[in-house]
């Protein structure tokens, strides 16, 4: 259903991604995963072309685009059948969390007020939060202002829900909250990509992971197959390393 | 001091007032407008007109308004002529009026420039993932965010316009400050401090009513918040129908 082929990408002189090919099902939950700096996340904001690619392709649906030659038109569809939760949450800081679930159906979709209320209501209902409709942003914690970005992601019903790191601006004790809500939309079968560094999680839910690496797919496959039967070095060293983060390092290493 | 004197001379110096708030008026209007135009020219880094911009920005802060003045009356018919038109001599009300929104062009832009700056890249990013053209993102995500923190700007510089215009006498423009020469002259500098208090307080009086209209547009963002408050109850109603279902 999405489909990337040959996507490059540079700043200035770097080149961050070095033709990327991904395919994604219906229904697939795929997880980037790889080291810091490696274009996972330029990746997932080409999708919706928060970052403008030099050069590929994306087929989402029925939409068949060419980055090189894409017009405001195809940006726009492009933009409106895929939803991203950002790192940052980004809510609108000036509206309540209603009318920051509420606002982008009577905008984009251009549902009438009452419409766009039920659909809101379900939704923050679904991520728990039924109870902050009046509260602004920064009067929630993080984690509610994921769950809020993550209602006002779904309300507008994409094809794709692209989540970019969601718990990594978290408190440690607010990331179970997020994830618990990002489980719940999985088991909807909602089409879904996610850049995370929670290994265990994007084990436990992923369909599909890929593992990347300085700008390239370095090996994609299932859950099984990446974390427990690769044999691929590079991936066993990057998964090791979080291995040994976890269990390893004793005290006093950390403190030599 | 001569009170008396100056409750006589009051009567003659609000007659001058109208031709103050006309200049204040129009170069304010206009101006804003000006700058609302060069902000959005500047922000989008253009490769010939923004370094003309930034230069015209910087100039028309850096030089006293008094030279401007000049500049465009003495200048501004000669550069028309040698661009072929005959435009003759603007006349010195024209000239300060189109010196003041020169100079606010420059002057609000910078004051807009940084205002628009300060609204966050994650909110754009936010209203582009969503799908929001980019006008419905300006008029409902950024000129939202952007407009509580340039009114205060706004509001100082149009103290300042107020102050500036008490120059424009230099040109021959008979507004307040050029009836009080006028009158001066021919009293022979008499009651000189009675006429300058006089004129000082009727400037005072101009920016206190320029800032009640300020503050009323900050009351009427603040409102709107309140309004949206109110609104709770008719999303209540909705609520109960929902519950129904």
């Given amino acids: 259903m999405l489909s990337i082929k040959d996507l490059r990408l540079s700043f200035k002189d770097n080149e961050i991604l070095k033709g990327i090919d991904l395919e994604v099902n219906k229904g697939d939950v795929v997880t980037l995963i ?200 590079r991936t066993k060293e990057f998964l090791n390393h979080f291995n040994t983060n976890k269990l390893n390092v004793t005290k006093e290493e950390v403190y030599a | 001091m001569d009170v008396a004197y100056m409750i006589e001379i009051f009567p003659k110096l609000i007659m001058t007032l109208p031709i103050t708030l006309l200049i204040i008026v129009v ?3 206009f101006g804003l407008l000006l700058s609302i135009g060069v902000t959005y020219l500047r922000l989008k880094k253009l490769i010939i007109i923004g370094p003309i911009l930034e230069t015209y920005v910087s100039f028309m802060r850096s030089t006293p308004i008094l030279i401007q003045l000049f500049l465009v009356f003495y200048g501004l018919p000669v550069l028309m002529n040698s661009l072929g038109f005959n435009a003759g001599d603007f006349g010195a009300i024209t000239s300060s009026i189109i010196a003041l929104i020169i100079f606010n062009g420059a002057y609000l832009s910078e004051i807009l420039r940084p205002a628009y700056l300060s609204v966050e890249r994650g909110q754009h990013e936010a209203a582009d993932s969503l799908g929001y053209k980019p006008i419905e993102k300006f008029r409902k995500v950024i000129f939202p965010q ?69 503050k009323l547009l900050e009351h009427f963002t603040y409102l709107k918040r309140i309004k949206r408050k109110s609104k709770v109850k008719k999303t209540k109603v909705y609520k109960e129908s929902v519950s129904i279902q």
């Fill in chain 2, 27 to 29: 170069s304010a209007i």
């Fill in chain 1, 34 to 233: 790889g080291p810091s700096g490696t274009g996972k996340t330029t990746l997932l904001r080409c999708i919706n072309y928060l970052e403008k690619p030099a050069k590929g392709n994306i087929i989402l649906d029925d939409l068949n685009i060419d980055y090189e030659k894409i017009t405001k038109k195809e940006i726009l569809a492009l933009r409106r059948k895929t939803a991203m939760v950002f790192q940052q949450y980004n809510l609108f800081k000036n509206k309540t969390v209603i009318e920051n679930v509420m606002e982008p159906q009577m905008i984009v979709q251009r549902k009438s007020r009452k419409e766009a209320y039920e659909t809101s209501v379900e939704q923050l209902d679904k991520v728990g939060l039924i109870d902050k409709l009046e509260s602004y942003p920064s009067q929630l914690s993080g984690g509610q202002q994921q769950r809020v970005s993550i209602a006002r992601a779904l309300a507008l019903k994409p094809e794709v829900v692209l989540f970019d790191e969601p718990t990594s601006a978290l408190d440690p004790e607010l990331v179970g909250e997020v994830l618990k809500v990002i489980e719940n939309v999985v088991s909807t079968g909602m089409t879904i990509v996610l850049v995370t560094h929670e290994m265990s999680f994007a084990q436990k839910i992923s369909t599909k992971i890929v593992f990347m690496d300085k700008g390239n797919i370095v090996e994609e496959g299932s859950s099984k197959s990446i974390f427990e039967d690769s044999t691929n070095a």
């Fill in chain 2, 146 to 214: 952007l407009a509580p923190i340039a009114l205060p700007g706004l509001g100082n510089a149009i103290i300042y316009l107020v102050h500036d215009t008490s120059l424009v006498f230099t040109l021959g423009v008979v507004d307040i400050m050029g009836q009080a020469k006028l009158m001066l002259a021919n009293t022979y500098g008499e009651n000189k401090i009675e006429m300058y208090l006089a004129i000082a307080i009727m400037y005072w009086l101009v920016c206190l009513s320029s800032d009640r209209i300020i």
